[in-house]
Every structure is written in structure tokens, then in C-alpha cells.
């Protein structure tokens, strides 16, 4: 059983940073594709990052690259999204997902994912 927990989301002003974590158990973490996505109040779960099997390719959401970065610990089983310059409509509940994988591709689609976690609330004030 794929377990995916995260953590580290609060509230941080504007202009802010936040790191979140996404601690994997269960499997074999290294042999998983990860990927964030959030949703915000009212609208549907979007793409935020995602990051292939070993870390050596990312992809981004275009309106966020430059201001978040995905990266992973697979000797720690986890996942990270360090986020920058925050801004209010960072607003959302983060969520983490896992899907096995067999190379080095990346997944942006939601329904690509296997296992999702119970997400963290992050929370940017004005």
C-alpha cells in the first residue's frame, strides 16, 4: 500500500517562501514518478511540477516555472516543492501524487497518477 503524506504547508505573506514535503512509504520510492498539483477553492486540481524517477527531469507548470522547484530525496523517500515570491493566488490545498514508472518521463495530467495524498493547506495573505 502506497502511502503519501504531506506537510509544511501555513500561511506565509506575499513575497514569501514555503517548502512542502511529500513523505512516500510502501514502495520502492525510487521506481515512482512524482508530481504536485494544487487546488484552490472553487476550481479544479491543476499541475504544479513533477519530477521523474531518479530527479533528473522536471517539468513545470509555464506560469509557474521560475518561481517553484520540484525536487526529491530518494535515499529519504520524499519529495519536495520549494515555492518563492509567493502570491495570493498561490492560495490552495498542495497535493502530492505518485505513479510507477520505467524511465525517465515526467506526468503532467492528473489522471496519470496512481496515489495521491491527503494534501496541505498553504495559505498567502495580501
Known amino acids: 500500500q502506497v502511502q503519501l503524506v504531506e506537510s509544511g504547508g501555513g500561511l506565509v505573506q506575499a513575497g514569501g517562501s514555503l517548502r512542502v514535503s511529500c513523505a512516500a512509504s510502501g514502495h520502492t520510492f525510487s521506481d515512482y514518478a512524482m508530481g504536485w498539483f494544487r487546488q484552490a477553492p472553487g476550481k479544479e486540481r491543476e499541475f504544479v511540477a513533477a519530477i521523474s524517477r531518479s530527479g533528473g527531469r522536471t517539468s513545470y507548470a509555464d506560469s509557474l516555472r521560475g518561481r517553484f522547484t520540484i525536487s526529491r530525496d530518494n535515499t529519504k523517500n520524499t519529495v519536495y516543492l520549494q515555492m518563492n515570491k509567493l502570491k495570493p493566488e498561490d492560495t490552495a490545498v498542495y497535493y502530492c501524487?505518485?505513479?510507477?514508472?520505467?524511465?525517465?518521463?515526467?506526468?503532467?495530467?492528473?489522471?496519470?497518477?496512481?496515489?495521491w495524498g491527503q494534501g496541505t493547506q498553504v495559505t498567502v495573505s495580501s
Open positions: 501524487g505518485a505513479r510507477q514508472a520505467w524511465d525517465s518521463n515526467v506526468f503532467v495530467a492528473m489522471v496519470s497518477y496512481q496515489y
